[in-house]
């Protein structure tokens, strides 16, 4: 007989952005002739830069003829990618890396949940509140917790609360953990860790061995000059941080799947007799036994991106979002509603009007309005009172969307 992992089953709820499509998919079935706008997950809409498209399509080609065919790939990409990010995203930062240093993946999503496959259980993982849900669910899948008391909270995770009253950056914790998840820009809040923020967090890993996961999936929508980009401009990181980043939103990969890890080499762990042990290696060997590589087609066209004439289209678009970011957060403002985030980050943070509860708000602003955002409860119990806005759509659409919210709210 087999048995299944019953770990599963202590999630209390299914993943966030299933349930909403499932209240989308019923209001739409039930209502033909609603013009429904999407704000709610952060998928792009715009088309991939032409300079990105043509790299794409002439590895395609390169696949039609012998001379230029490719097969397999080294299972952590190919250096001709690694060393344009490294020379193009890292060293204006004045980080400087090793190409071994650098992990081409699928996706951030997927380097987030499998970069566990690698740490022991017994880790105490300390995770902010409200989070992106894989953080808390892959560690719930894996057998790191407990069962979820009455607010959500998961006996065996430590969880930072991030609220108004802290702008939205978690407190050190108050008890010894081993590993920290950090997320800035921040989804969903929109929130930024300045040097000084990441320089404590930093400190705290040295002192007390811990390691960071530092996911910067949303870096590229930074605008103020003043935020660091990499939690390797602070010194010190490379001792103790894991970072992530992802081509989804930079460069429009949500259906393309590219992203990154940076593990550097001097970043150790304790083996369970307590020696120190190399997690770059670590990586390497799980990288080479459980994944073959981005495709060939992707790895070209994700390091177009950094080309001269790719980077200017790629940040035109960027620019795109962040416009429709300025048109939600001071549209919902004029409104009467606060709002944070959506000034380094797509993403716009409200408190929702009259106490209402998120998922209230949701349908609220689905069956008055017909626009769909994502409900801060979804996140962790802390992103309970607020909603999250991407600015991720049409620019015609967002100014529509917020052009029926302000009518339905005022």
């Not at 204006?92 to 996706?107: H, K, N, Q, R, Y």
């Not at 998840?181 to 002192?207: H, I, M, Q, S």
């Not at 993403?347 to 209402?356: F, Q």
Request: aromatic residues 12%; negative net charge; hydrophobic residues 40%.
């Amino acid at each position: 007989m087999a048995f299944i992992n019953d770990n599963y089953l202590k999630l209390k709820a299914g993943y966030l952005f299933p349930e909403i499509g499932r209240r989308v998919r019923t209001f739409s079935e039930a209502n033909p002739q609603a013009n429904v706008i999407r704000l709610g997950i952060g998928d792009v809409t715009r088309p991939l830069p032409p300079a990105i498209l043509k790299a794409f399509h002439d590895a395609v080609d390169d696949l039609s003829r012998v001379e230029t065919f490719a097969g397999y790939g080294p299972e952590q990409g190919y250096d001709w990618l690694i060393n344009a990010v490294i020379e193009k995203s890292y060293k204006p930062l004045g980080v400087s890396l090793a190409t071994t240093e650098m992990f081409i993946s699928d996706g951030s999503k997927c380097d987030c949940a499998n970069i566990l496959d690698i740490f022991a259980l017994d880790n105490k993982v300390a995770i902010g509140d409200p989070v992106y849900p894989v953080y808390n669910d892959t560690n719930v899948m894996i057998g790191r917790t407990g069962e979820a008391d009455d607010k959500g909270y998961y006996k065996g995770i430590v969880y930072l609360p991030c609220t108004e009253e802290n702008k939205f950056i978690p407190a050190l914790p108050t008890e010894k953990v081993d590993i920290v998840y950090l997320c800035f820009p921040n989804n969903p809040t929109g929130a930024v860790a300045t040097r000084d923020e990441l320089k404590k967090w930093v400190d705290y890993a040295l002192a007390n061995d811990a390691v960071i996961f530092f996911d910067a999936a949303y870096e590229a929508f930074i605008t103020d000059p003043s935020i660091p980009h990499s939690i390797y401009e602070i010194e010190g990181a490379k001792k103790c941080a894991i970072e992530f980043r992802s081509f989804s939103k930079t460069a429009g990969f949500t259906g393309v799947r590219c992203g990154l890890v940076v593990i550097p080499e001097e970043l150790t762990a304790r083996t369970s007799s307590g020696e120190p042990y190399s997690l770059n290696k670590l990586w390497l060997r799980r990288t080479t036994t459980k994944f073959n590589g981005a495709s060939y087609p992707v790895q070209k066209a994700a390091a177009a991106v950094y080309s001269d004439e790719g980077w200017r289209q790629t940040r035109e678009v960027i620019d795109y979002y962040m416009e429709n970011a300025r048109i939600i957060r001071e549209g919902l403002a004029d409104a009467g509603l606060t709002v944070y985030g959506g000034v380094n980050a797509p993403y716009i943070w409200l408190r929702t009007p009259g106490g209402m509860t998120a998922w209230d708000f949701f349908d609220k602003l689905l069956t008055e309005c017909n626009v769909v955002g994502t409900p801060g409860s979804g996140f962790g119990p802390s992103g309970e009172g607020f909603f999250r806005l991407s600015a991720f759509g049409n620019r015609d659409n967002v100014i529509e969307a917020v052009d029926r919210i302000r009518k339905n709210l005022t």
